[in-house]
Structures are given as structure tokens and as C-alpha cells.
């Protein structure tokens, strides 16, 4: 059970606060994503130490396709041997819709921000969640898909149907998203799910919490609290 707070961002500095140890955190980054080393270090973790390396697929594209997150996944390989010297107590791969598309093995101990994002979900006691993305509406199916396997409920989904450029869409524009659903629908969520990793929402999520009165978890903010609840011993 996540402690008493106030806001997904409350809860993660309460978790850091009872930090017992320093945790060292490897983030597999795609190679075009800036969002990541925006926002992480804004959210205040004095018990994290994050570990980046940048993931350049195959393809060298950017888009999300097929050829994008095999390659992303296929080049965590070589991006574990430039931090095999650090001695790591996990690695994420930063990208959310890696975490739901298939495609090859990750390295051993290696998750992806789609887990963690379930895994503060559970933490959160959140079983029903609206979710938005700025994904083409095939990805996000197949996320509310990916979800409504893992036991959360999805009672409505909205994305902008972008394939890139994600780091351009302003906080605003997921406002905006968001409130295309009904108010009865917000209500009856558990928490509302920013999902992707490569757009900046950290800016509009407390204001969102105040204006739902619901928890609002985005994909970045699911990262730092599995590195918070590493830290803080609620998970080994």
C-alpha cells in the first residue's frame, strides 16, 4: 500500500524521503528522445543516480514502427556494454511502446517504462484508468490491449495519432486530449495514464490532479517511482 499523499508527485518525494540506500538506475534511451533527461532530474531524487545510454535502432528511424522498437531492443545489447562498468541495481528501457509491441529479447534485468507503468498502477491500487497517448490509434489499441491483459481496465483511450515528433506537443495539447472524455468517465476512473516516455507532461500533472481529482500518472513519472520504491525498500 502506497503511503498517504496528496499527489502522484507528493507520493514520490514521501517514497524518496524514506529512502534506504542510493540506488544506481540504467535508462536505455531511443536516440531521438529528450523528454527523459528533461524531466527525471526535475522530479527531485535524492536517492537515484541515473545511468543514460542512447539506443540508435537499425533503421535509424524515429518513427514508431515495427523496425523502431525491434531495433531499440536489439541495440540494448551494445548499449548494456557501455555501462557494464557501472554497477547498476536495474535498467529500464525508456520507451513505453517497446514494452507492448513484441519483438526480440531484452538483456537479462531489463524492463521497460510499459512495466513500470503497471507497476505504479498496482501500487496505486489503480484498476480502472483512462489513458492518452500521442500515439497513432493502432499503438494505442494495442497498449489498452496490453493493459486490459495485465488486469487494468481501460474506460476510455485517446490519442493525437501521431508517429513522431513527440517532444513538440505541447502540455496544453494533452490537456486538451483529455478533456475530449466526459466527466463522468474521469470520475469514474482510478487514475488517468499519460503514456510515452518522449513527451513532456510533468509540467500539467499537478494542475490535471487538482482539476480531476484523480491520480495522473505519466510514463516518466512511472520511471522515477520504481527507482523511489527500489530505494525505499517497498520493492526488491
Do not use: K
Not at 31 to 44: D, H, K, Q, S
Not at 52 to 61: C, D, F, G, K
Not at 146 to 153: M, N, Q, S
Not at 203 to 209: G, K, P, Y
Amino acid at each position: 500500500m502506497p503511503p498517504p499523499y496528496e499527489s502522484t508527485l507528493g507520493l514520490l518525494a514521501e517514497l524518496d524521503s524514506r529512502a534506504e540506500r542510493t540506488i544506481r538506475l540504467g535508462v536505455l534511451l531511443p536516440w531521438a528522445n529528450v523528454a527523459v533527461e528533461g524531466e527525471l532530474p526535475r522530479l527531485g531524487l535524492a536517492h537515484t543516480v541515473f545511468h543514460y545510454a542512447r539506443l540508435v535502432p537499425r533503421s535509424r528511424t524515429t518513427a514508431v514502427d515495427a523496425s523502431f522498437w525491434h531495433g531499440l531492443r536489439e541495440a540494448s545489447v551494445t548499449a548494456m556494454d557501455s555501462l557494464a562498468h557501472v554497477p547498476l541495481d536495474t535498467t529500464i528501457l525508456a520507451c513505453t511502446s517497446a514494452g507492448f509491441t513484441g519483438g526480440p529479447p531484452l538483456p537479462p534485468e531489463t524492463i521497460t517504462a510499459f512495466d513500470t507503468l503497471l507497476g505504479s498502477l498496482g501500487f496505486l491500487n489503480a484498476a480502472r484508468v483512462v489513458l492518452a497517448t500521442p500515439y497513432p490509434e493502432s499503438v494505442t489499441r494495442s497498449e489498452v490491449n496490453a493493459l486490459r491483459t495485465a488486469g487494468v481496465a481501460v474506460l476510455a483511450h485517446m490519442s493525437l495519432g501521431l508517429d513522431d515528433g513527440y517532444a513538440d506537443v505541447r502540455p496544453a495539447d494533452v490537456r486538451t486530449l483529455l478533456y475530449r472524455l466526459s466527466p463522468e468517465t474521469l470520475r469514474t476512473a482510478d487514475a488517468v495514464v499519460l503514456s510515452c516516455t518522449g513527451w513532456h507532461t510533468l509540467s500539467c500533472i499537478r494542475t490535471l490532479e487538482e482539476e480531476l481529482g484523480r491520480p495522473v500518472v505519466s510514463s516518466n513519472l512511472a520511471v522515477a517511482l520504481h527507482a523511489a520504491r527500489l530505494s525505499a525498500g517497498v520493492i526488491a
